[in-house]
Nanobody
């Protein structure tokens, strides 16, 4: 099992920025895909961005051009830089690791964007 610890959430005004961090308990290169998901109240959890161990990146259409996923292999950490935040970005953001047909989740971090 991979332990994932998220941090960096908070309350920001619309147009603001945040950077989320997800620290993994083992080398992120041993993990097939690292991803950020979000879940708004009353809605399903959806993919926001993902990065493969080969460096392939994918974004949800709603965040393209505003969010950037990146990684620091030395720290086994994946980041989500979020710019131009909108109230509709308000959600709990979860880090996910997919590897060897397994999927592990972090505890989530709340992001609230005020209008």
């Amino acid at each position: 099992q991979v332990q994932l610890v998220e941090s960096g959430g908070g309350l920001v005004p619309a147009g603001g920025s945040l950077r989320l961090s997800c620290a993994a308990s083992r080398s992120i290169f041993s993990i097939g895909v690292m991803g950020w998901y979000r879940q708004a109240p009353g809605k399903q959890r959806v993919l926001v961005a993902s990065i493969t161990n080969g460096g392939g990146i994918n974004y949800a259409e709603s965040v393209k051009g505003r969010f950037t996923i990146s990684r620091d292999s030395a720290l086994n950490t994946v980041y989500l830089r979020m710019n131009s935040l909108k109230p509709e970005d308000t959600a709990v953001y979860y880090c996910n690791a997919r590897y060897n047909l397994k999927s592990d989740w972090g505890q989530g971090t709340q992001v609230t964007v005020s209008s």
